[in-house]
């Protein structure tokens, strides 16, 4: 892309800004710092423009290109995809990993009205396991976990160990979840009630 296709994208109306419709569809700020930062990489591995421009610039630009040619953006989604599938049988990366970039990028694509036959994408993408494999942490790695200076974090790792929340939940959970339990008159403890995540109930 040269400099005045960069200043034609720019140019257009904020209604078809695609950043904008991407960064709008992502709810949660967590989520969307880890969407972007995938989306990042897509784009650095498809070289669209320099790494050092900014992602907005970078997110219209390809939904410019990739509009006026699905074509092109199918390929190069498919290029990115299989080198990933190929760290996957390297045992570099997990399949889950993988899905995870699809989920980035095929959310920019129906923001931005790019179409992509995903159903041919998806078929030849690695199986993920629907069952959690790993064990619960030790009471000493839970402790080590809530030493990081950021404070933020042990209330995150206190929360979800002592409620059984999955990471999922923190996108729905609200304060009218939060039901606090008293004693003499003051809050002791506080209790999880009425969040759905997955179909079960966090209480």
């Given at each position: 892309m040269d400099t005045k296709q960069i200043e034609k994208h720019q140019e257009q109306d904020d209604d078809n800004d695609a950043y904008s419709l991407y960064v709008y569809a992502i709810r949660s700020p967590i989520t969307r710092d880890v969407y972007l930062r995938r989306l990042r990489i897509f784009f650095n591995h498809i070289h669209i423009l320099s790494m050092d421009e900014s992602m907005d610039?970078?997110?219209?630009?390809?939904?410019?290109?990739?509009?006026?040619?699905?074509?092109?953006?199918?390929?190069?989604?498919?290029?990115?995809?299989?080198?990933?599938?190929?760290?996957?049988?390297?045992?570099?990366?997990?399949?889950?990993?993988?899905?995870?970039?699809?989920?980035?990028?095929?959310?920019?694509?129906?923001?931005?009205?790019?179409?992509?036959?995903?159903k041919k994408i998806t078929r030849g993408l690695p199986k993920t396991k629907r069952y959690a494999d790993d064990r619960a942490p030790a009471l000493e790695e839970i402790q080590k976990i809530a030493e990081y200076p950021d404070r933020r974090i042990k209330a995150i790792v206190y929360t979800m160990a002592s409620s059984g929340i999955r990471l999922d939940a923190w996108d729905y959970l609200r304060w009218g979840h939060i039901i606090p339990i008293?004693?003499?008159?003051?809050?002791i403890a506080a209790k999880i009630f009425g969040l759905k995540v997955l179909g079960k109930r966090a209480n």
């Open positions: 610039v970078r997110c219209n630009v390809f939904a410019q290109r990739a509009t006026s040619n699905p074509k092109w953006a199918f390929n190069k989604i498919l290029e990115f995809l299989q080198f990933q599938k190929e760290r996957v049988e390297n045992q570099e990366v997990s399949p889950a990993t993988l899905r995870n970039f699809v989920k980035a990028i095929k959310l920019f694509c129906e923001m931005t009205d790019i179409d992509i036959s995903w008293k004693e003499d008159g003051k809050v």
